[in-house]
């Protein structure tokens, strides 16, 4: 039987001649990539102006978020360097990409952790994947700069974004939006963490109008969570404190070429509340469908601040009327339950026949 299926063949097969790959590059992959870029009626609908808002859905990827396009190249490049194991700090989302992957290749995976402050469905992602996982006493930033430390001994190879091979995969995402409009959006909203995504997204967007496959380049617009914003404030943020774990960092890998990408692009970063956070990703769930975590809902609550707050850094009177705008949710709200739980505390059961349960539905 054939062991190269057509279905489910993961970015590199996809994009190939745009990543760093070789005949030599053993694939690593579990099939990530070609999610689903989602009209929203209702988002085009608050936006107005006949603009149509389109929701690039990374949590659907194979691990639950986005960081799997960038994985599967910098597995399968680590792989070609008969590395031996592979090591990353995580806020969660990037662990439980790397301990699959590791997995998947056969080699062995340090994550390192902030103690306690990790998405319980990350967490036991990890851990189900098998990765040796270290839990230190500090934050993001903390576990970041211990990982580069140990990887410069060459020991390991680092899988965060600090890799190039990571954010030559995240650039697929850019690809695929470009080849299913036919063009870049005018505006591309997404939340900005440690900043490689947006990084990545404005690289994929340049390389594809170099490549004339696009006409034009969208505004890249970022959000930070309002206690976790250091590109907004300038200025690095000791200790990060937000609901949304995911982005919860104070001094970001990528701030630079992000600051960069969002200047040239003539877009903006800004910031939105925990509330606007947790409001939006409540709107998105119940009007669209798709439930995202919380730092995905910063990419929502932050297209509503642009279309709403007469504070906000990017106006959207700026889009030309008729604007395709697309915001990019990371990460499946399965990821982080508990920041829901306390909406289905009080399930209290009724006896077990229809009029019961009529009656407890209130008809
Ligand atoms: N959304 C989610 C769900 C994330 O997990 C992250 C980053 C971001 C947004 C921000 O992306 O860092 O490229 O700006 N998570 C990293 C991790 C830091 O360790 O999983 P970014």
Sequence with gaps: MSTTLQQGRGVIAQYRDFLPVTESTPIISLGEGDTPLLYSARLSERVGRDCAVFVKNEGVNPTGSFKDRGMTVAVSKAMERKTRALICASTGNTSASAAAYAARAGIPCVVVLAAGKIARGKLLQAFAYGAKIVAIEGNFDDALRIVRELGEDGDFAIVNSINPDRIAGQRTAAFEIVDLLGDAPDLHVLPLGNAGNLTAYWAGYREYRTKERSAKLPAMVGFQAKGAAPIFYNKVVEKPETIASA??????????????????????????????????????????????EPASAAAIAGLFKCCESGKAAYSIEK?????????????????????????????????????????????
């Design 247 to 292: 982005i919860r960092i104070g001094n970001p890998a990528s701030w630079k070429q992000a600051r960069a990408a969002i200047d040239e692009s003539s877009g903006a970063v800004d910031v939105v509340t925990d509330e606007e956070i947790l409001d939006a990703q409540r709107w998105l769930a119940q009007n669209e469908g798709i439930f995202v």
């Design 319 to 363: 889009v030309p009327r008729g604007s395709r705008i697309v915001c990019t949710v990371t990460g499946h709200g399965l990821k982080d339950p508990d920041v829901l739980a306390r909406e289905i505390v009080d399930l209290a059961p009724v006896a077990a026949n229809p009029e019961a349960v009529r009656k407890a539905i209130g008809l």
